[in-house]
């Protein structure tokens, strides 16, 4: 019995490795795009395979490309590319896509309105297989809001006439009251959630006595208590600037507007030099009187000493205060006198000015 058994598990070894010697190929490489639905797990040598491209995808070549099980269980080469269809994106979008004007198969564009509008249409599109996209661009349309109530012993001024029974987001209206009343609050609007305010309380107000400012007068008024609405105007005394609104006005909160402020003027805080104000070119003695009003400008002359030439530096008056460039140097009595043509003033100037210096109050 011993050769016997030997004999039949020889025939079984060979049949195991004839068996297992045979190569197969797997699935072949795919990348991106390519369909897999017709593909199977396992191919015998010599089965070929014809490679296409899923919708939406563009073939890198004209002709289908077969690939091949080879003796080895690899496959053949194959140089196929599946590249997604593009969709237009929509005109009126391109400046927020960055320059972009297509977008690839399977993207996804998502709309939303701004605060106070509603969507008119899909708020999603999608490029389809086909380059096109599944939903076109949505409207966005104002919120309504109902007519706001008028207040009681008072009345509603639109800002733009209105028909209808409505008015969009955005729009605005002044609230007034029978005289001598005001409003609790004067303005109100079509808000984004497409509501209105309540109408605002007529009540009486009464501003306190106007008072004076420093260095400006009242031009005309009653001293008295004033109502809504009253004004009150202001002037300044000669060479001081009046800044800020000329009247005061009694606001509905029975307080009084900003009331203006009168700034003083100059003096050029120098005594030998030339300086250019006016739109004239002076020395210092003939700026007479020595006064410069507030906001105006004087330029004064400095010295590069590199090139030896002048240059203009420009200062403002400031309610009373006229810095000095720090680059300005006042010349002394004796080459003021004989010598004024070397001034920074009377040279040469400059093709180009050095960056601005800092200026030192005068």
Same mark, same amino acid.
């Given at each position: 019995?011993?050769?016997?058994?030997?004999?039949?598990?020889?025939?079984?070894?060979?049949?195991?490795?004839?068996?297992?010697?045979?190569?197969?190929?797997?699935?072949?490489?795919?990348?991106?795009?390519?369909?897999?639905?017709?593909?199977?797990?396992?191919?015998?040598?010599?089965?070929?395979?014809?490679?296409?491209?899923?919708?939406?995808?563009?073939?890198?070549?004209?002709?289908?490309?077969?690939?091949?099980?080879?003796?080895?269980?690899?496959?053949?080469?194959?140089?196929?590319?599946?590249?997604?269809?593009?969709?237009?994106?929509?005109?009126?979008?391109?400046?927020?896509?960055?320059?972009?004007?297509?977008?690839?198969?399977?993207?996804?564009?998502? +709309?939303? #309105?701004?605060?106070? %509008?509603?969507?008119? @249409?899909?708020? $999603?599109?999608? !490029?389809?297989?086909? =380059?096109? *996209? /599944?939903?076109?661009?949505?409207?966005?349309?104002?919120?309504?809001?109902?007519?706001?109530?008028?207040?009681?012993?008072?009345?509603?001024?639109?800002?733009?006439?209105?028909?209808?029974?409505?008015?969009?987001?955005?729009?605005?209206?002044?609230?007034?009251?029978?005289?001598?009343?005001?409003?609790?609050?004067?303005?109100?609007?079509?808000?984004?959630?497409?509501?209105?305010?309540?109408?605002?309380?007529?009540?009486?107000?009464?501003?306190?006595?106007?008072?004076?400012?420093?260095?400006?007068?009242?031009?005309?008024?009653?001293?008295?208590?004033?109502?809504?609405?009253?004004?009150?105007? +202001?002037? #300044?005394?000669?060479? %001081?600037?009046?800044? @800020?609104?000329? $009247?005061?006005? !009694?606001?509905?909160? =029975?307080? *009084? /507007?900003?009331?203006?402020?009168?700034?003083?003027?100059?003096?050029?805080?120098?005594?030998?030099?030339?300086?250019?104000?006016?739109?004239?070119?002076?020395?210092?003695?003939?700026?007479?009187?020595?006064?410069?009003?507030?906001?105006?400008?004087?330029?004064?002359?400095?010295?590069?000493?590199?090139?030896?030439?002048?240059?203009?530096?420009?200062?403002?008056?400031?309610?009373?205060?006229?810095?000095?460039?720090?680059?300005?140097?006042?010349?002394?009595?004796?080459?003021?006198?004989?010598?004024?043509?070397?001034?920074?003033?009377?040279?040469?100037?400059?093709?180009?000015?050095?960056?601005?210096?800092?200026?030192?109050?005068?």
């Amino acid at each position: 019995m011993a050769p016997t058994f030997a004999l039949l598990v020889l025939s079984q070894l060979a049949l195991y490795s004839s068996v297992t010697s045979k190569k197969v190929c797997g699935r072949p490489p795919i990348t991106d795009g390519i369909d897999t639905l017709t593909l199977k797990r396992v191919y015998e040598v010599g089965e070929e395979v014809t490679l296409t491209c899923e919708q939406g995808y563009l073939p890198s070549t004209a002709t289908p490309r077969r690939l091949t099980c080879s003796a080895t269980g690899e496959w053949t080469q194959s140089d196929l590319a599946c590249s997604p269809k593009m969709c237009p994106i929509p005109r009126p979008l391109q400046p927020l896509a960055m320059g972009r004007t297509e977008a690839p198969f399977k993207s996804v564009l998502n +709309y939303t #309105c701004d605060d106070g %509008y509603v969507i008119l @249409g899909a708020n $999603e599109s999608r !490029c389809l297989h086909d =380059g096109t *996209w /599944s939903n076109p661009p949505p409207l966005c349309k104002a919120v309504n809001c109902p007519l706001p109530k008028s207040p009681i012993d008072g009345r509603i001024v639109h800002d733009k006439p209105v028909t209808g029974t409505t008015t969009m987001y955005g729009r605005g209206w002044t609230y007034e009251c029978n005289p001598p009343k005001a409003p609790s609050y004067e303005r109100g609007s079509c808000m984004a959630d497409g509501s209105v305010p309540e109408p605002p309380v007529c009540r009486e107000v009464s501003c306190s006595i106007p008072s004076s400012i420093p260095n400006g007068f009242i031009t005309f008024a009653v001293m008295r208590q004033h109502g809504y609405k009253e004004k009150v105007r +202001y002037a #300044c005394n000669e060479h %001081y600037t009046l800044d @800020g609104e000329a $009247e005061m006005q !009694c606001q509905n909160t =029975g307080n *009084w /507007s900003s009331k203006p402020v009168c700034r003083a003027p100059c003096k050029v805080g120098i005594k030998r030099g030339r300086i250019f104000y006016n739109a004239k070119k002076l020395w210092i003695a003939d700026l007479k009187p020595n006064r410069v009003l507030h906001g105006e400008h004087v330029v004064f002359y400095c010295l590069n000493r590199a090139d030896s030439c002048g240059y203009p530096v420009a200062s403002t008056c400031n309610d009373g205060t006229l810095p000095i460039p720090e680059c300005f140097e006042e010349p002394g009595k004796m080459e003021y006198t004989l010598r004024a043509k070397t001034l920074p003033s009377e040279i040469t100037m400059c093709a180009a000015s050095p960056s601005a210096s800092p200026a030192r109050a005068a």
